[in-house]
């Protein structure tokens, strides 16, 4: 997933007594859980978060639920496994009631579980007008919401967001005539400077991601964006775009790139790819690269990155990814960008929503985010107030939650959507490895027609 710290692998039970209760001074044996995809230890998975929730939530729940006359015991029970193993386990714990009253899930499997009743809106479950007066909601960004909303519903609150921009080397940019401040208005600009980069020796000029070999990657990292950029989103209108114009203007950009190679064909069908594609970046051989912000944090950072960069702070630009020409972007936009996220919900089977709405609302608060930053080092959380400070001395993150967070489109939150998106893989794979546009974009229709049905694909 684009955002490295979506999910928390941590299971906090909370055991408390009602307001009346605890004036008498009786004991209580409720309890309440959150579950997430975290683990505090070396090299955990999402370590950070684990830590937080047991450092800093724990505790600070406790004494906030103290303050109010509710005597609250936490235990912190941390697990870590893959994004797709805790995916299958919250689903049979929501389906048969036997796990947590608080869950964290990716916002792309939001619609699936709403889907499957598994999850109900928030205002089905503490009501709409407890949900209207939470504090936050003015703060999280209207594309941002849509993160853990699903037909007009909110079903939770989200928690983090990323962004899609395009990374480009300024030593390279200047060698090849370029400026440092580049910002292309077209994607005529960047092949344009792809072009001019090519002239520069051992230099890869633009790494667009494609093939099946990067998976979920290519799609968030290149087909999306692009199609963003011609006006459409992957499922509109109640259908999924199948063989379209738009779609068909996408693969012809690909054709294009690749065909002049302006990108390294042979690298979108290496099983490893994207990695490559990050060191030879990280070495000064890429010119430009199409990335989430979880490039600049986690791959490039010169303390802790995968591949870090020295010189990263000086020598890598970004820039926002422009549609096919300006205006033509989705809602008439001359920029577009695409993000990730995920989010919170309150399980329906809980006996304890209203204590399950007050920890989502805790851990959701201001306070909260300071707190995980703090731990974790800076990332863009939901809340524009949080980022606002927090992000304040990281250019690209502050770039990231001001310009591109306003215009981006968010992946359909369907299940179906896996299926179309490995559709939209094998599309560009087939055209950078020769197959034409035509061709690649009629198999594609037929692939999204066996598995969503005919009926729900749009094309022309």
């Not at 869950?103 to 579980?113: P, Q, R, T």
């Not at 205002?123 to 037909?151: C, F, M, R």
């Not at 690909?254 to 099983?271: M, N, S």
Request: aromatic content about 8%; some cysteine.
């Amino acid at each position: 997933m684009a955002s490295n710290w979506r999910m928390f692998a941590a299971v906090v039970s909370v055991s408390s007594l009602l307001v009346g209760a605890a004036a008498c001074g009786s004991g209580g044996g409720d309890s309440l859980t959150i579950t997430a995809n975290a683990i505090n230890s070396a090299g955990g998975k999402n370590a950070a978060e684990a830590k937080w929730i047991e450092d800093w939530v724990i505790p600070k729940f406790v004494a906030d639920q103290q303050a109010k006359g509710v005597t609250v015991k936490v235990k912190f029970q941390a697990t870590g496994v893959a994004d797709e193993d805790y995916k299958s386990r919250i689903a049979k714990d929501l389906k048969t009631g036997t796990g947590a009253d608080v869950v964290s899930l990716d916002g792309i499997w939001v619609g699936e579980f709403a889907e499957g009743e598994q999850i109900k809106p928030l205002a089905d479950l503490v009501g709409a007008d407890k949900v209207k007066a939470w504090e936050g909601w003015q703060h999280i960004p209207a594309t941002v919401q849509q993160l853990t909303s699903y037909n007009g519903a909110q079903y939770g609150i989200p928690q983090n967001t990323d962004g899609r921009v395009l990374f480009f080397n300024r030593k390279l940019f200047q060698q090849a005539g370029l400026p440092a401040d580049w910002q292309p208005t077209s994607w005529d600009q960047v092949l344009d400077a792809g072009r001019k980069l090519k002239a520069v020796p051992g230099v890869l000029p633009v790494q667009l991601n494609a093939g099946t070999s990067f998976g979920e990657a290519t799609t968030t990292q290149g087909i999306l964006p692009l199609l963003a950029g011609t006006g459409s989103t992957l499922y509109e209108g109640g259908k999924w775009v199948g063989n379209t114009a738009k779609l068909r203007t996408v693969l012809d950009f690909y054709r294009t790139l690749y065909g002049e190679k302006l990108g390294d064909a042979e690298l979108q069908q290496d099983v490893k790819g994207r990695e490559k594609s990050f060191e030879k970046f990280a070495a000064g051989q890429v010119g430009i690269l199409l990335e989430s912000d979880y490039f600049w944090h986690d791959v490039l950072n010169p303390t802790g990155g995968s591949f870090p960069m020295a010189d990263r702070d000086t020598q890598v630009g970004w820039a926002k990814i422009p549609a096919a020409t300006p205006g033509a972007g989705v809602n008439h936009q001359d920029f577009v960008s695409v993000s990730g996220g995920g989010g919170r919900v309150i399980s329906p089977k809980s006996k304890h929503v209203e204590l399950a709405w007050e920890l989502l609302q805790f851990m959701n608060s201001p306070e909260a985010y300071q707190a995980l930053i703090a731990g974790g080092g800076p990332r863009i959380t939901a809340r524009q107030d949080v980022n606002a400070d927090a992000l304040r001395g990281d250019p690209l993150l502050t770039f990231v939650s001001d310009q591109i967070l306003p215009i981006t489109s968010l992946r359909p939150a369907l299940p179906e959507y896996d299926k179309v998106s490995q559709a939209l893989q094998q599309a560009t794979l087939d055209v950078v490895t020769g197959t034409s546009t035509a061709d690649a974009a009629a198999n594609y229709g037929k692939a999204v027609a066996a598995a969503v049905g005919k009926d729900n694909v749009a094309s022309d």
